[in-house]
């Protein structure tokens, strides 16, 4: 499945050079993961920071970089909790209990509650890739036209791209 994607074993040259393309300030580093019960899973960028007003430290805004083995890479904007001996940890929950994740940080970039698309780079240029590329330009647009108060109305943007789906089958369907 082309939508698999993990954390990187190693800090590649690849990876690097994805990296300088978001802020060619930082590096890379490796984080832990302790998930709090205080953070919800995709909600990094408001609970981290109500989760740092009860137990001090601090916000680092960055990206956790994402794999998928010989296809791509995947940078989304992420939240980690600097804790008051300032070291880094993630406190998201998982999907796959990663136990850590490749965390950029950025120097500029905060939370402005809207949406930040990730960046993508292919790393073996195929008609599948460039068509995993497109469908995830478009769910990027589809979020960001039904976010609204720090959430997405999942269920209509679910909607809408599924019927951009559709009619994208049906100009196929009439071209035969």
């Not at 205080?38 to 990094?44: A, L």
């Not at 999907?95 to 790393?123: A, G, M, Q, T, W």
């Not at 679910?158 to 789906?165: D, Q, S, T, V």
Request: charged share 30%; aromatic share 12%; proline share 7%.
């Amino acid at each position: 499945m082309i939508d698999k994607t993990t954390t990187p074993n190693q800090v590649t040259f690849e990876i690097v050079e994805f990296c300088v393309e978001i802020d060619s300030s930082r590096n890379p580093i490796f984080v832990p993961v302790a998930p709090s019960q205080q953070v919800r899973f995709n909600y990094c960028l408001t609970d981290v920071p109500l989760f740092v007003k009860s137990h001090r430290g601090k916000t680092q805004f960055g990206w956790i970089i994402w794999e998928c083995p010989h296809l791509y890479f995947e940078a989304e904007f992420h939240a980690c909790w600097v804790n008051p001996e300032n070291k880094l940890v993630d406190i998201t929950p998982k999907p796959d209990n990663e136990k850590h994740i490749l965390f950029l940080p950025d120097s500029k970039r905060v939370y402005e509650h809207k949406p930040v698309p990730n960046f993508r780079r292919i790393l073996f240029d195929n008609d599948y890739t460039r068509l995993w590329l497109t469908l995830q330009k478009k769910k990027d647009e589809t979020i960001l036209k039904h976010f609204k108060n720090d959430e997405v109305d999942s269920i209509a943007a679910e909607k809408e791209f599924n019927e951009w789906i559709k009619s994208i089958r049906n100009k196929i369907k009439r071209k035969k």
